[in-house]
């Protein structure tokens, strides 16, 4: 796929995430083979990596728990690629599970093959989420 491919799909990836557009499901972009990496100093995500599509939408869906229902908003503000990888720059807007305002920056970094996702590298403060106490409370 090309750059301009690839970074369509992120977009529309956003989109989907942020339900600017539900004309497609978000595992659809995933690869089976893909893997999702968080930062280490993570506790609460194991395993870390996650492999496979399953393991991946399993992990989105226990990520947005810790936010309240419709609270969050992603505020895209970089995104650049080429034919096999795309970054994307962004800032999460949400009220945390806790009841306390979380806003915290994001990148991550994407793999891509024949239009869909085989590797993220997910980056954030993850000191910040932890004083916002983000995962205060979850099992």
């Known amino acids: 796929m090309s750059a301009a491919d690839n970074l369509e799909t992120i977009r529309h990836y ?3 995430v942020t339900g600017k557009r539900q004309d497609r499901e978000l595992a659809s972009f995933m690869a089976d083979d893909v893997v999702w990496t968080v930062p280490q100093s993570n506790p609460d ?33 970089n995104l650049f690629g080429d034919d096999k990888q795309v970054a994307a720059q962004f800032t999460l807007h949400a009220t ?21 996702v085989v590797g993220v590298w997910e980056y954030l403060d993850t000191l910040y989420q932890m004083e916002r106490g983000a995962f205060d409370g979850r099992e």
């Open 14 to 16: 956003f989109d989907v």
């Open 96 to 116: 945390l599970a806790n009841g306390r305002d979380y806003h915290n920056r994001y990148a991550f970094i994407f793999a891509l093959r024949e239009g869909l």
């Open 45 to 77: 995500i194991t395993p870390n990596p996650r492999v496979g599509k399953a393991a991946v939408m399993d992990l989105l869906g226990a990520g947005v728990t810790i936010y309240q229902p419709g609270s969050m908003t992603v505020e895209l503000e």
